[in-house]
């Protein structure tokens, strides 16, 4: 049987059992449009702006453990997909994005809404095609889901001219694939593991450090039979928060930047590291030099050999699927007649507690001012930290991420790598509609929301009832921070002036909007929003534009020269 | 160090540019890249000649392997091998410089390729070692145009890059 081109896009993606599209229509995929619009298998969510549709595409993956897949037309629609492509980029997120192209006779023209989409998202795709031929479509849609999942996760472009979506050839969808040039490790060796092991048991001041990999590999049971068979202390990431229960007493917290005092000390001071599915970036790791004073045997899980050894040195790489590679490991150890030096950790266990004593996240509560941070703990108690929670960049992404604790994985969903104002609210929508029945929060200041405010629109649209919670401090809060602290209080266009009234606007476009004012109200508020199950609810918190985040590591530092709240 | 990295890649549009692009995107040296296709259609083979400490060719590896569209990578340097480039020297060759720059090409084990009353162009090759030494052996002042391949290079012996 023979079908067009788009035909053959459409039934590639019912095979791959594609749930929903976020795409947003043009000339070039008028054709895969048509097709969508003639079945309900594949359901497609019409965004506001291809950037959400790629962040939405996004969240619904890092909330699942499927392949997200947005469409979008050529051109403009490329270019404004390019910000969410390299977002995924950055987190390792598998993303299939199907982008229109100009009829193949018309490439290379100037044609009109033309772009070299396979040229200008090479540095932030895991791989891109071009495909030419309508034959070739479904063995490369095969390839894309593939690579996508496979190995390091990261997004696939996959641009199809107009004329090959209208070309008919015969379908088949190939059952496997086979691309010799691609062969992601899936287990260690037997030896490295063996050296991993007892090297973990001669630790003295041992350190379990994980990252997004933990996650992505859905290994966060391995991760926590490890932890608690050895009794070490555990830190996450912020890629890596819900790897390792946030409210176990082996956890130390988030490190690096604006991590816990315990977590970052912890770090410094080890004298064995294990790093799982986690890469020593600047964020963690801000001054390599100085962490490499105090020296130490470092273990290093990555499905990414090119991630061994970028930054840090390290001494043991085990190489492979985080999962697997920790199923090898607690073999090991269990085999091991050796076990953890109890004597040692004791005095270790001791050294953290004084560390943790010192309450590095404690903050000044106030009766006249909301503090950012009440409101994260108070969203957090009143969600029983059972809420899936986007949040987009800044200050009160750290503030979400110190302060809610996030017990499981896949529950938060943040830019970590990219750092993209904007991603909060159309990451919730893809979270929402992976989880219809779950409490989704969204956690986002007035600087972001802006990125992507007109995507309230497609929440209106699809029912999506998200829990907005902006903490409006009128400041670009981490960016003021910042200009405090390293730029003599000047303020150099941080103030967010002539900002929107966010209660009308929020109803202007068909949902609730809530602005607190008082911290006696906040607690209120949130339980009114929550409570509302089918509303979008918009709460626009007042809160102290003076707050800043801490601790922190200013960049460049060392993890031990971390500031204290007090010491300013 | 100067490395030779030899690289088997897909014969596909756009792979030597994810090759450049790797390098221009993450600060790495290219001093010279040849590309061109194997005895096996479906593949490419490029040199590529880079410098850098130690943590940075080891990357330079990785990253390569990392490539969907490389097959197969080899740092040359690693071990034993042969290194040639081709280069085209046209240069002004009148009255008792025509002998002159005949004898050293010969020297250089080189060959006149084309002859006009007033130029000859000399091919010569070698490590690109040799051919700097040519162009500083001849009077500079001569030399109307120059053009090379880039290194190419091989393993010796038992040190293969195939499928």
């Known amino acids: ?201 001669s630790a003295k001041r041992p350190m379990v450090y994980t990252g997004g990999g933990v996650v992505l590999s859905d290994a966060s049971k391995q991760l926590a039979e490890l932890v608690r068979l050895l009794g070490y202390p555990c830190t996450n990431t912020l890629m890596g928060l819900g790897g390792y229960p946030a409210t176990d007493k082996q956890f130390l917290g988030m490190l690096g930047m604006h991590g816990t005092l315990e977590a970052n000390f912890a770090m410094q001071h080890c004298d064995v590291l294990l790093a799982v599915g986690a890469r020593f970036d600047d964020r963690v790791i801000g001054n390599v030099a100085h962490f490499a004073q105090v020296p130490r045997k470092i273990i290093h899980i990555d499905i990414d050999l090119a991630s061994i050894s970028k930054r840090v040195k390290v ?218 199950k089918n509303d979008l609810v918009f709460m626009d918190f007042q809160t102290d534009p003076t707050e800043n985040v801490f601790p922190m590591v200013p960049g460049g530092k060392g993890l031990s020269e971390i500031i204290m709240a007090e010491d300013l | 160090m100067r490395h030779i990295i030899s690289l088997l890649m897909q014969n596909e549009a756009g792979a030597l540019s994810r090759v450049a692009g790797l390098f221009s995107a993450r600060g790495y040296n290219i001093e010279s890249l040849t590309v061109a296709p194997t005895e096996d259609p479906t593949l490419s083979r490029m040199t590529i000649v880079t410098s850098g400490s130690d943590a940075i060719i080891e990357q330079i590896n990785k990253q390569l392997n990392k490539l969907v569209d490389v097959v197969s990578v080899m740092d040359l340097t690693d071990g034993d091998h042969i290194e040639r480039e081709l280069m085209l020297v046209k240069v002004r060759a009148e009255g008792n410089d025509r002998e002159e720059l005949k004898r050293m090409t010969d020297i250089f084990r080189g060959r006149v390729i084309d002859v006009t009353d007033k130029t000859y162009t000399i091919e010569l090759t070698g490590t690109g070692h040799k051919l700097d030494r040519f162009l500083q052996a001849i009077d500079h002042a001569l030399i109307l145009e120059t053009v090379r391949t880039g290194a190419s290079g091989i393993g010796r012996g038992n040190r293969i890059l195939k499928l």
């Open chain 1, 315 to 532: 001494d043991v790489p085990l190489v492979g699927d985080v999962k697997h590679v920790l199923d090898d490991l607690l073999g090991a150890l269990r085999a091991s007649k050796q076990k953890p030096d109890a004597a040692a950790l004791k005095d270790w266990w001791q050294q953290i507690e004084s560390w943790r004593s010192k309450k590095s996240l404690a903050y000044k509560y106030s009766d006249e001012v909301i503090k950012p941070q009440f409101v994260i703990e108070k969203l957090y108690e009143i969600t029983g930290g059972d809420a899936f929670v986007t949040s987009d960049v800044g200050q009160h992404q750290m503030w979400a991420a110190q302060y809610y604790k996030f017990d499981q994985p896949r529950r938060w969903i943040n830019s970590g790598g990219l750092g993209t104002m904007g991603f909060g609210l159309p990451a919730a929508m893809g979270v929402q509609l992976a989880h219809p029945g779950s409490t989704v929060a969204c956690v986002t200041g007035e600087g972001s929301i802006q990125m992507n405010i007109q995507e309230l629109s497609t929440c209106k649209q699809f029912r999506l009832p998200i829990k907005v919670l902006a903490l409006n401090n009128r400041y670009l809060g981490m960016v003021r921070q910042w200009q405090e602290f390293f730029h003599g209080n000047r303020y150099s266009e941080s103030y967010m002036d002539a900002l929107p009234d966010f209660v009308k606007l929020a109803e202007a476009y068909g949902h609730v909007g809530i602005r607190v004012t008082k911290p006696s109200d906040v607690e209120g508020a949130i339980k009114e929003a929550f409570a509302r």
């Open chain 1, 1 to 201: 049987m023979e079908l067009t081109g788009a035909e053959i896009v459409i039934r590639c993606l019912q095979e791959e059992g594609t749930e929903y599209v976020f795409g947003y229509p043009g000339g070039a995929v008028l054709f895969i449009y048509d097709e969508l619009f003639k079945q309900d298998k594949v359901k497609h969510v019409l965004v506001r702006h291809e950037q959400a549709a790629v962040h939405a595409a996004d969240g619904y993956a890092r909330s699942t453990d499927k392949v997200g897949v947005a469409l979008v037309t050529s051109g403009p629609g490329v270019t404004n997909a390019v910000t969410g492509i390299a977002t995924a980029y950055m987190d390792s997120i598998p993303l299939v994005v199907i982008s229109g192209q100009v009829p193949t006779g018309y490439i290379g023209e100037d044609a009109f809404q033309e772009v070299d989409a396979v040229g200008i998202t090479r540095p932030c795709v895991k791989h891109n095609f071009l495909v030419k031929d309508a034959k070739d479509i479904a063995s490369t849609l095969k390839k894309a889901f593939y690579l996508a999942k496979s190995g390091r996760p990261g997004p696939v472009l996959v641009d199809i001219p107009k004329d090959v979506s209208t070309t008919k050839v015969a379908f088949e969808y190939p059952e496997t694939v086979n691309i010799r040039s691609y062969h992601p490790a899936q287990s260690a060796p037997a030896e490295q593991i063996r050296q991993a092991a007892q090297l973990l048991l």
